[in-house]
């Protein structure tokens, strides 16, 4: 008997690219899932509301999103 595997949902795919040392450029996240460009923003606009979404440079000129693995400050007002 074979045990079968829950396949990982794209958007958790995703998070988990954007959880990588080098994060995900959106070129990366439209191969990687199928999704037109719109929606990989989209999705960044989403992962921004509840995380921290860092926009780096990388040494090749292209923009790669990573989320910040800090934990967020938490600020009383």
């Not at 990588?20 to 191969?31: H, L, M, P, S």
């Not at 780096?56 to 000129?61: L, N």
Request: proline share 1%; with cysteine; charged share 30%.
């Amino acid at each position: 008997m074979t045990k079968q595997t829950k396949k990982q949902s794209k958007s958790a795919h995703v998070t988990k690219m954007l959880s990588r040392g080098t994060g995900a450029t959106v070129a990366e996240i439209v191969k990687s899932t199928g999704w037109k460009e719109h929606s990989c923003r989209a999705f960044l606009t989403g992962v921004r509301k509840s995380n921290k979404l860092l926009k780096e440079q990388r040494a090749d000129g292209k923009t790669a999103y990573r989320i910040d693995a800090a934990p967020a400050e938490v600020t009383a007002e």
